[in-house]
């Protein structure tokens, strides 16, 4: 059954004078469920789905898209979706084109789940979402560093754990706009640490000007990377991991 969760996140700098507001849309749903939504899509966008060959690449183009468009409209209703793509830049990155804004978004995707953020340009933010699979743990741990292995062993998270840093480093390299192109020892976890149930805080080793939030709901996990200086409603990061139910 198509589901689509929504709503928006409040970010503030340290001395919370200035706010930030970030829609969010979590949506899941098999093709022809997603395809009740594709009013959303522009001319240019819907062109593009057709063109690709395979379901599977189908479904992820939809998930990023719609949600992408649902994120969008948390922060601004009078945008008309269809009058606004979303197009890859050259490492793959998304560019939302036609909208004077100056709104961005970042997306992911899993299986049969996508989310976005929507977030205006001047206060980046990275996600990305995983689903736990045990059977890639050995392979997860070969990209990880002799630190990090330990680290997860420290904190009881030692199978988790792996899946934890994956998605941190996914979502700091949407960020910063190069993908997966970087050695992932440039992206080494600096700490770990528990804030409250289901919300964890991350630092890198290398880019210390982002810090990372990060939690469970259902089987995976999703993690956001904002600027380090940041405050936020925990109640409101503890709701959204939790707003998707599968």
Same mark, same amino acid.
């Given at each position: 059954?198509?589901?689509?969760?929504?709503g928006?996140?409040?970010?503030?700098?340290?001395d919370?004078?200035?706010?930030?507001?970030?829609?969010?849309?979590?949506?899941?749903?098999?093709?022809?469920?997603?395809?009740?939504?594709?009013?959303?899509?522009?001319?240019?966008?819907?062109?593009?789905y057709?063109?690709?060959?395979?379901?599977?690449?189908?479904?992820?183009?939809?998930?990023?898209?719609?949600?992408s468009?649902?994120?969008?409209?948390?922060?601004?209703?009078?945008?008309n979706?269809?009058?606004?793509?979303?197009?890859?830049?050259?490492?793959?990155?998304?560019?939302?084109?036609?909208?004077?804004k100056?709104?961005?978004?970042?997306?992911s995707?899993?299986?049969?789940?996508g989310?976005?953020?929507?977030?205006?340009?001047?206060?980046?933010?990275?996600?990305d979402?995983?689903k736990?699979d045990?059977?890639k743990?050995?392979?997860?741990?070969?990209?990880?560093?002799?630190?990090?292995?330990?680290?997860?062993?420290?904190?009881?998270?030692?199978?988790?754990?792996?899946f934890?840093?994956?998605?941190?480093?996914?979502?700091?390299?949407?960020?910063?706009?190069?993908?997966?192109?970087?050695?992932?020892?440039?992206?080494?976890?600096?700490?770990?640490?528990?804030?409250?149930?289901? +919300?964890?805080?991350?630092?890198?080793? #290398? @880019?210390?000007?982002?810090?990372?939030? /990060?939690? &469970?709901?259902?089987? %995976?996990?999703?993690? +956001?990377?904002?600027?380090?200086?940041? #405050? @936020?409603?925990?109640?409101?990061f503890t /709701?959204? &991991?939790?707003?998707? %139910?599968?």
């Amino acid at each position: 059954m198509l589901s689509i969760q929504k709503g928006t996140l409040n970010l503030f700098r340290e001395d919370e004078t200035i706010s930030y507001e970030v829609g969010y849309c979590f949506i899941g749903g098999d093709i022809l469920e997603l395809l009740e939504l594709t009013y959303l899509l522009s001319e240019d966008e819907r062109n593009r789905y057709i063109g690709f060959k395979y379901p599977l690449r189908r479904l992820s183009y939809l998930l990023g898209r719609l949600s992408s468009k649902i994120a969008i409209e948390q922060l601004d209703n009078d945008i008309n979706p269809q009058n606004i793509s979303i197009v890859n830049g050259v490492f793959g990155f998304p560019v939302v084109k036609g909208n004077s804004k100056n709104i961005q978004v970042n997306y992911s995707h899993s299986d049969n789940i996508g989310v976005s953020l929507a977030y205006y340009e001047e206060y980046p933010i990275g996600i990305d979402i995983e689903k736990i699979d045990f059977d890639k743990i050995s392979i997860i741990k070969s990209y990880m560093t002799e630190r990090e292995i330990q680290m997860v062993k420290d904190i009881d998270l030692e199978k988790e754990g792996a899946f934890f840093l994956w998605t941190m480093k996914e979502s700091l390299s949407k960020i910063i706009k190069t993908g997966l192109t970087l050695r992932l020892d440039v992206l080494e976890i600096q700490s770990i640490k528990k804030l409250q149930d289901n +919300i964890w805080e991350s630092s890198f080793v #290398n @880019f210390t000007q982002y810090k990372i939030i /990060s939690g &469970f709901f259902n089987d %995976h996990i999703c993690s +956001i990377t904002i600027p380090r200086k940041t #405050n @936020f409603s925990y109640d409101e990061f503890t /709701s959204f &991991f939790l707003s998707y %139910h599968s």
